[in-house]
Each structure stands twice: as structure tokens, then as C-alpha cells.
Nanobody
């Protein structure tokens, strides 16, 4: 069983930055590198949404509203995924979740980390 542990959330003011990390408890760096990874978020009263994806080839995709502000990346040697969030807006306030999908579509979720952006 793979565990995903997010970190880096917190309370910031609008315009500031945060960097989220997602560390995978998996023994093999090679196996981690084959996983497709993503960040989701869920704001109060709203559905969980995909905000950024990075596949095993490093190809990325973003929710339109975060393009140009957020950057997803991964370090396979460290078995970790990152989300650099710049120019944060109050609308970015949510719980952010790490997601990993392996070759057979079995997937894992992190426990979530709170990001709060004050105006």
C-alpha cells in the first residue's frame, strides 16, 4: 500500500506564494516514476477538482484558472511531487490533495493539506 503525504499548506495573503509537496512511501523510485500524478483541491461546498496533472513522461496539464500561476513538477529520485503556487488568490482557498495512479489504474489519495488565502 502506497501512502501519499502532503505538506506545505498554510495561511498566506493574496499575492503570496506556497509550495506544496507530496511524498510517496514507495520503495522503488522506478515504480514511482511510472505513476501518473496530480493535485486536486476541494473548497467548502464545492466538488473536488483537478488543478494540475503530470504524467510519467513529465507532460503537464492545468486547470485554466491556475495556468501561469501554478507549476506542477516531480522528482522521481526523491519520490516526491510538488506544486509551486504563485500569486495566490482568495479563490484558491481549499484543501489540496495529492493523487497517484499506477499502471493498472489503481489510485491513491493523500490526506490533504489546507491552503487559506486571505484578501
Amino acid at each position: 500500500q502506497v501512502q501519499l503525504v502532503e505538506s506545505g499548506g498554510g495561511l498566506v495573503q493574496a499575492g503570496e506564494s506556497l509550495r506544496l509537496s507530496c511524498a510517496a512511501s514507495i520503495s522503488s523510485r522506478i515504480v514511482f516514476s511510472t505513476y501518473d500524478m496530480a493535485w486536486y483541491r476541494q473548497a467548502p461546498g464545492k466538488q473536488r477538482e483537478t488543478i494540475a496533472q503530470i504524467d510519467s513522461n513529465g507532460i503537464t496539464n492545468y486547470l485554466e484558472s491556475v495556468k501561469g500561476r501554478f507549476t506542477i513538477s516531480r522528482d522521481n529520485a526523491k519520490k516526491t511531487m510538488f506544486l509551486q503556487m504563485n500569486n495566490l488568490e482568495p479563490e484558491d482557498t481549499a484543501v489540496y490533495y495529492c493523487f497517484a495512479r499506477r499502471w493498472d489504474n489503481y489510485h491513491y489519495w493523500g490526506q490533504g493539506t489546507q491552503v487559506t488565502v486571505s484578501s
